[in-house]
């Protein structure tokens, strides 16, 4: 049984690097699940509900950064780990159908489905690794009695009351982004040693960049639907359409112009390609995904009141969204590139500056600000590397 699990284990050639078909496959849940998330919170966005959606992405992007590490290990064409990724599928769905409800009635459903995703995916890494490498094996034997931790914190959440929920889920979240900045210490066992997992980097950032792809093209989805649905209100719709399509293309120009190749290329050529990893994708990519969920949401809120002052709650997505992307752009791209991109810089002082405004100005002059900063930065960038490379040759 132990030498047959040695071909689980990913392969080191080229085709290794590509995200496979299980994998996009699995992807398409979280389709899904961001859809169920931007319409929960566009649709009663307030201060109070803008912190609960930040358990839901943290949430989210921690199921899914961990299965990609486990697929990054392993082979996702084996037959045994397929059938891993389509449980998850499953179980993603139901934890996607409870998500509107998650501080209601449907907050143990929610609970159990996210813990089931998060501890079978450890068990089944650690049968995986059981005999073919001590090392790893080791490291998710800590990862998986963590988890076991932070699944209580979550299923206690789910039993108490909706009022008392939200404590419970902190504290489990708390738990698990903690683990990997001690190296999963456990009593008695001690603290995994440094690179212990075998990374494969270029892999690692196709599979993080793909997810921004879906956040950016549930971005498009939500806002064309949204648009259909106010199609009678007059040109006011269609201009607040260009601005929100034109902002989903900003984004994608400023992580993808520059960034994302970078990060590849850093993960793949440090000498601590699990540390750096973690800096770059675990935690780095969280507010480039945040910030593009919380533009879709602002955009929904400028194509559905255009003219209505939102004050500092929508200021909050419209400007706050872009400003969070940034954040992580330029947390990626320092990361990466060990420069600061001071456009970056910039964009987010000007979004900063620009809350001033929320309490007089109209949805749809905060958009337009939104889609100003995002193209100085992207423009800014665009002409400084040009200079640079110019200078370079």
């Known amino acids: ?62 199921v899914w950064i961990h299965t990609t590490w486990v697929t990054n290990l392993l082979d996702a064409e084996v037959v045994a780990v397929r059938l891993l990724l389509f449980g998850l599928m499953f179980l ?13 009635e449907a907050g143990l459903v929610f609970a159990l489905a996210y813990a089931a995703m998060q501890l079978s995916r450890s068990l089944f890494a650690l049968y995986a690794f059981k005999g073919v490498d001590t090392a790893s ?17 979550w ?3 789910g039993l108490v009351s909706p009022e008392n929920r939200i404590l419970f889920w902190i504290i489990a979240l708390a738990i698990e982004y903690a683990a990997p900045l001690v ?15 075998d990374v494969n980097g270029e892999h690692l950032a196709e599979r993080c960049a793909l997810f921004v792809i879906i956040a950016l093209g549930e971005t498009i ?58 800096h770059l994708f675990t935690y780095g990519h969280l507010p480039i995904v945040a910030g593009i969920i919380l533009t879709a949401i602002g955009e929904d809120f400028t194509l559905t009141h255009p003219h209505q002052e939102g004050g500092y709650s929508n200021a ?35 979004g900063l500056a620009g809350f001033a405004l929320a309490p007089y100005a109209e949805n749809v002059l905060l958009q337009f600000l939104s889609l100003a ?16 490379r110019r200078a370079s040759a």
Not at 379 to 384: D, F, I, P, V
């Open 1 to 62: 049984m132990t030498e047959g699990k040695h071909h689980w284990l990913r392969k080191e050639d080229a085709e290794s690097t590509k995200a496979s078909f299980p994998e996009l496959f699995f992807d398409l849940v979280f389709v899904f699940a961001l859809i169920q998330l931007s319409q929960t919170l566009a649709s009663d966005f307030s201060l109070g509900i803008a912190f609960d959606a930040l358990i839901f992405i943290f949430a989210l992007w921690w």
């Open 92 to 104: 993603g769905i139901v934890l996607a159908i409870a998500l509107p409800k998650a501080f209601d």
């Open 137 to 153: 094996f080791m490291t998710f034997v800590r990862i998986t009695l963590w988890l076991l931790v932070s699944s209580a914190f």
């Open 155 to 157: 299923i206690a959440g």
């Open 183 to 197: 190296r999963y210490w456990m009593p008695g066992i001690g603290a995994s040693p440094a690179e212990t997992l």
């Open 221 to 278: 989805i939500t806002t064309g639907k949204t648009a259909s649905d106010h199609a009678d209100e007059g040109g006011i719709i269609f201009v607040v359409l260009v601005s929100a399509f034109l902002t989903t293309v900003l984004m994608w120009w400023i992580y993808f112009h520059d960034g994302q190749e970078n990060a590849a290329e850093t993960v793949e050529e440090t000498t601590e390609p699990q540390n750096t990893a973690d």
């Open 316 to 350: 909050m997505a419209i400007l706050g969204g872009p400003i969070v992307f940034l954040a992580g752009t330029l947390w990626m791209k320092t990361v990466a590139t060990r420069m600061l991109p001071w456009s970056h810089c910039v964009g987010i002082a000007v």
């Open 373 to 388: 900063i995002l193209f100085g930065v992207a423009l800014w960038e665009y002409l400084a590397l040009k200079r640079f």
